[in-house]
């Protein structure tokens, strides 16, 4: 039916104005459809000693390497929701959310990483976030590691080492004890990429430590052994009385051949596979284990390198099964696309390397509307590219975008028009997916407020409220973009036409 009014839309089109107007009226969110926004502790916390709370990885760097964050800050205090938790709540009440997506700071519960102390004042705070929220019937989506590990667990090898799945695994236990009967929405890790090659192959992330040649790999294998204890433990003995689901979120960015040539096309499915395949591959897929083609390329070029055996270790049988088919879904971090090529815009790097092993160039065209974040540019359709490669690839899986946003710098105020115009081609990618029969059944969107957004400090803004760092109580105001965000949850539609010309926020009945 949906096609059939496209194409006469398009007939009529032809001869008429046009009936654009129809269409989008035309297109509606399910009313079960999920939609809220994410945040994760550290970025907006704060509290980073309060009442027990043990250090973890981003205080450790921050305290002691101040210069490596942009504008040499830190998130001890960030939008300080540790204390104002209850204004937080009141934000999603006023954007009519159906669902927060929060982390929980595994050294605010578990102060040195290890069960045998619990502080309870950490369970307390997010008894009270959670409580708060089910009062007006927000679903809690949970993420248990969003990249602040507790530093006695990095001290001792954090993902390098082979104890780091029992680690988590005792972790993941507590949280489920004590909120599950409250939470059914498990996200063991946010974005594993960002974690394994940003923190251990690289220096964009804690712990910074730049092991190029192997971080990444043993990084990856622990941590998928990791979710998938995590996953099991739930699955056998909190979710036959909990009822809940549990998944992991992987970041995917869209992309795509250069050219059309056999070699853009092997490079392009080698990126996928270095980039994403790592941890999607070894949980989502029918064979299991690491992604065949990278994993044969990172072998070789150790065996060329003078390695006895591939830098990149292997699962066992027994390792495969273990983590295959971990999943109840899929959830999909997604802000940007590329353009792979064999040949053209590669760059030159330490031998061996990860970005070595990858071995391909990536390029983005200038007119592509850029963010003020750089890794942030509005790729065409990219987030519907990624849904339907995803579900065609894993066609059992079902998805949740669990981040999805726009970075503007602060000096560009509340009018902003450009993470609107980002939001709703999103969105419209969404219905897109919808309708060509992705099983999807929400959308965070990144980020609730502005936050401590990692080494780039509090210089990029990605909130739908704007937070006052300069202000005691670290006021929150909302941006146009809440008003246009709560307007499409609210009518399920989104009107591109819509402005809201009241740009004061308040708090719908039944809510
Ligand atoms: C990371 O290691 C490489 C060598 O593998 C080196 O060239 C580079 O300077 C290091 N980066 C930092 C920030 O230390
Ligand atoms: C804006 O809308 C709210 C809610 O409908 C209303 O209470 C308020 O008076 C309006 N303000 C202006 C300036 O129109």
């Known amino acids: 039916m949906q096609l059939f009014i496209r194409s006469l839309c398009y007939l009529y089109s032809l001869i008429a104005a046009s009936c654009n107007a129809q269409e989008w009226q035309d297109r509606r969110f399910p009313d079960d459809f999920l939609f809220g926004t ?22 450790r760097l921050t305290h002691t390497k101040p210069y490596v964050v942009q504008d040499m800050t830190n998130g001890d205090i960030a939008a ?39 502080n309870e004042a950490g369970i307390a705070y997010y008894n009270n976030l959670i409580d708060e929220m089910l009062k007006y019937n927000i679903k809690p989506m949970v993420t248990l590691y ?15 080492s082979p104890l780091f799945p029992v680690w988590f695994e005792e972790y993941a236990r507590v949280a489920f004890e004590n909120f599950g009967d409250r939470v059914k929405l498990w996200i063991t890790f946010n974005e594993p990429r960002e974690i394994c090659y940003e923190g251990y192959s690289w220096t964009n992330k804690a712990p910074l430590l730049n092991i190029s040649d192997i971080g990444t790999y043993y990084c990856a294998k622990h941590l998928v052994l990791g979710h998938a204890r995590a996953y099991h433990a739930y699955n056998n003995d909190f979710k036959p009385t909990q009822n809940g689901e549990c998944g992991i979120t ?47 390329r990172v072998a070789k070029k150790s065996l060329e390198q003078g390695y006895k055996k591939s830098r990149m270790p ?64 509005q790729a065409p359709k990219s987030l519907y590219n990624v849904l339907t490669h995803l579900q065609n690839k894993y066609k059992d899986a079902v998805f949740y975008i669990t981040e999805n946003g726009w970075a503007q710098r602060k000096e560009e105020g509340l009018l902003d028009d450009k993470r609107i115009t980002y939001y709703r081609a999103a969105l419209n990618d969404v219905l897109d997916a919808l309708e060509s029969g992705v099983k999807l059944k929400g959308y965070m969107a990144w980020s609730l407020m502005d936050n401590m957004e990692w080494l780039e400090g509090y210089a990029a803004c990605l909130g739908l409220y704007e937070v006052d760092y300069q202000s005691e109580a670290r006021t929150r105001t909302p941006r146009k973009s809440a008003f246009v965000y709560k307007q ?24």
């Open 250 to 296: 992987i970041s995917v960015q869209w992309f795509s051949p250069l050219t059309d040539s056999e070699e853009d096309r092997f490079e392009t499915e080698i990126r996928m596979q270095a980039e994403w395949g790592l941890y999607a591959e070894p949980i989502f897929s029918d064979e299991g284990g690491f992604p065949k083609d990278f994993a044969e």
């Open 146 to 160: 969003h990249w602040d590990l507790p530093q006695k667990l990095q001290d001792l090898g954090g993902f390098m």
């Open 314 to 377: 292997e699962f066992t049988d027994q390792e495969k099964d273990y983590a295959r088919g971990a999943y109840d879904f899929f959830g999909i971090n997604h802000y940007s696309g590329f353009f792979v090529s064999a040949t053209e815009y590669k760059t030159v790097n330490p031998v061996p390397s990860f970005l070595d092993d990858e071995d391909n160039g990536i390029f983005r065209p200038a007119e592509w509307p850029a963010s003020a974040s750089p890794w942030l540019v």
């Open 38 to 59: 994410a945040t994760a502790a550290y970025q907006i916390e704060g509290g980073w000693n309060a009442d027990g709370k043990g250090e973890n990885i981003w205080d």
């Open 488 to 511: 499409i949850i609210k009518t399920r539609l989104i009107d591109p036409d819509y402005e809201p010309d009241n740009l004061t926020m308040w708090i719908e009945e039944g809510h």
């Open 80 to 118: 300080d929701s540790y204390h104002n938790y209850k204004r937080d709540v009141e934000m999603m009440r006023e954007l009519g959310l159906d669902a927060y997506r929060f982390s929980i700071s595994w050294s605010r519960i578990l102060p040195n990483g290890f069960a045998n102390q619990i």
